[in-house]
Every structure is written in structure tokens, then in C-alpha cells.
């Protein structure tokens, strides 16, 4: 077996890695010895909502192939100076020059009521900005949590997204809501690293 102390939710966590013949003995002896801990069977849904509001990226979802590093806020994990480089290493590096024209952003909404599902618009100061990726109720935030790509012909960077207001439309009604191009619920990842 081995063990990675990684995870997908945004808190200290481990990721189990186990040969396929041993995982029920295995399950079975960490549900009992988590009892004592208060260990609890945990649904996907749960899971999602707990990613999205620490804001990690989900392929297909919040990140696809039509995404670079710098507008879903991934260029920690590209390295530029690679040797031999790489494909599209100059359109990086002209990118990177520029604010990006889109960029990955976390919303939630003001209002703990309405609900977001997914391919929401996105509105900023009454313009057609955007649309939600990817969304649930953020129950630690305390309201409907999203992620969505917004775009803007002078880049979209901190300085503009804190100067926009935001509205987010569900069913033909537009719900303020905050932005923000850092994750709201831990920004630091204290929680990850303690």
C-alpha cells in the first residue's frame, strides 16, 4: 500500500493507494479503527463541494484544453525553463507579458438561498462576462460556491476583478455575489499543511 498525505478537499488528508485484492481487509480495518476518531463515510457530492470552495481545478470542469497555465491560475506547475522546452512554451512566454484576457475566478453569492448548478452567466458591472464552471453549496462558506471563467478585453487580473461588481444569474435573476482570484475559504492552506 502506500500512503500520500494529498488531497482533493482543501484539508489534511491522505490519499490510500492500494492493491486491488487487499482494499476491502483495508477498509474494513480503517472504519473500525476510525471510530474512535470520529471517522465518517463521506459522499462525492460532499467532496465537490469541499473542493470548489478551497477552489482546486477540475479537468473538464474548471480546466480544459482551450485553458493555458496563467488564466486557470496554474503556472506554479509549469516550468518555462525546461531544457529542450516544450510545445506552446512561446505562447506561454508571450502570455505571461500580458494579462491574461481570461482568467479562472471564485464566486459566492451574497445571499445563502439560491442555489448554482453549473454554466451559469456571470455578469460584471451589467456586461456579459462569463460563465460558471462549476458550482455547489459551499456548506463551511455558508451560501452557493462557484468557479467560472471570466473574461475582459483589458485583461483580467486582481486589480479587476476587485473593482467590478459581479452578478451571477439564475433563472433569468442576477444575485450579487464576490469575486476573488484566491481561494475564500483558506487562502494560506494553513489547514493543508498543519
Not at 473538464?60 to 496554474?74: N, Q, R, V
Not at 448548478?117 to 456571470?122: G, K, L, S, V
Not at 462569463?130 to 468557479?147: E, Q
Amino acid at each position: 500500500m502506500r500512503a500520500s498525505r494529498i488531497n482533493y478537499i482543501g484539508e489534511f488528508g491522505w490519499e490510500l493507494y492500494i492493491p486491488t485484492e487487499f482494499t476491502i481487509a483495508v477498509y474494513d480495518l480503517l472504519t473500525e479503527a476510525g471510530e474512535a476518531f470520529g471517522l465518517r463515510h463521506v459522499g462525492m457530492h460532499a467532496m465537490n463541494s469541499l473542493r470548489i470552495e478551497k477552489a482546486y481545478r477540475h479537468y473538464g470542469h474548471e480546466i480544459t484544453d482551450a485553458d493555458t497555465p496563467f488564466e486557470s491560475d496554474l503556472s506554479f506547475a509549469v516550468k518555462l525553463d525546461k531544457a529542450g522546452g516544450f510545445i506552446g512554451r512561446d505562447a506561454l512566454l508571450r502570455q505571461r507579458e500580458t494579462r491574461p484576457n481570461k482568467r479562472l475566478v471564485q464566486f459566492l453569492l451574497n445571499d445563502p438561498e439560491p442555489m448554482l448548478y453549473h454554466n451559469e452567466p456571470i455578469w460584471r458591472e451589467g456586461t456579459l462576462a462569463g460563465y460558471v464552471r462549476s458550482a455547489m453549496y459551499g456548506h463551511t462558506l455558508g451560501g452557493a460556491v462557484a468557479l467560472g471563467s471570466v473574461e475582459h478585453p483589458d485583461g483580467v487580473d486582481a486589480d479587476n476583478v476587485k473593482s467590478g461588481s459581479y452578478e451571477i444569474e439564475i433563472a433569468g435573476v442576477r444575485f450579487p455575489t464576490t469575486a476573488s482570484l484566491r481561494p475564500l475559504y483558506d487562502p494560506k492552506s494553513q489547514r493543508v499543511k498543519a
